[in-house]
């Protein structure tokens, strides 16, 4: 079955400093993967999807991911964290017709 | 504006009482779906639909129930068979068949049970 891990529940970086979320994925196929934010008390955005192609996708707010087959991992990236970033991130892998969500991780942005 | 509106925001309702949570999209997406999201458990899929007239169970179905009879709306209902229904929930739309996935979130409907 097709299931995302992510392995931090929280994660708190200093503001400026660099971030990366990990997320790792079992799916047979080649996957559709994605990493969407949330503010609280309010629906998804989408920051980047992975469909083939280049294995470092770019998305908004400057964050970047990096697709590794070999690790069957997909973690997020940003080089320098600013404090409305604080919110919580999920990692999700396209399977078949639907979207296979991670548990989350909370990034706290301390100043 | 177009997206996917959700209503109500805010909803309160006591043991044993059916509740029904709004989903509407002006996104022409064939597609739509709820999802279940509780602190630490990421997103659950309750339904999803992938044209009008026909939807599917996902993973946790059991205690909801759902109807597909315009492409617009897709409203979930929460039976007094479910039971733990207090949770925050969301409703997406997208584009139908394989592969696809980039969904458009609503900004959900938290349901409190007294």
């Known amino acids: 079955a097709q299931s995302v891990t992510q392995p931090d529940i929280h994660i708190t970086v200093s503001e400026g400093a660099s971030l990366e979320l990990r997320c790792n994925y079992s799916y047979g196929a080649t996957p559709y993967l994605f990493w969407y934010v949330q503010s609280p008390g309010q629906g998804l955005q989408l920051l980047l999807k992975?469909?083939?192609?280049?294995?470092l996708v770019q998305g908004i707010k400057g964050f970047e991911a990096e697709f590794k087959r070999s690790q069957s991992s997909f973690n997020l990236r940003k080089p320098s964290v600013h404090w409305s970033d604080a919110a919580e991130y999920f990692c999700a892998v396209g399977a078949g017709n639907k979207l296979v969500f991670g548990a989350g991780t909370i990034l706290r942005v301390k100043s | 504006d177009g997206g996917i509106t959700q209503s109500p925001k805010y909803l309160f309702r006591k043991e044993g009482q059916n509740v029904t949570l709004s989903c509407e999209q002006n996104l022409n997406h064939d597609a739509m779906y709820w999802y279940r999201q509780d602190p630490g458990q990421g997103l659950r899929l309750i339904y999803y639909s992938q044209i009008v007239n026909d939807f599917q169970k996902g993973d946790i179905a059991e205690g909801y129930s759902v109807s597909r009879e315009k492409k617009e709306s897709f409203p979930l209902t929460v039976t007094s068979a479910q039971k733990n229904p207090t949770a925050f929930y969301l409703c997406a739309g997208g584009l139908a068949g394989e592969g696809t996935g980039e969904l458009f979130f609503g900004e959900g409907s938290r349901l409190t049970v007294l």
């Open positions: 992975y469909f083939s192609g280049d294995t």
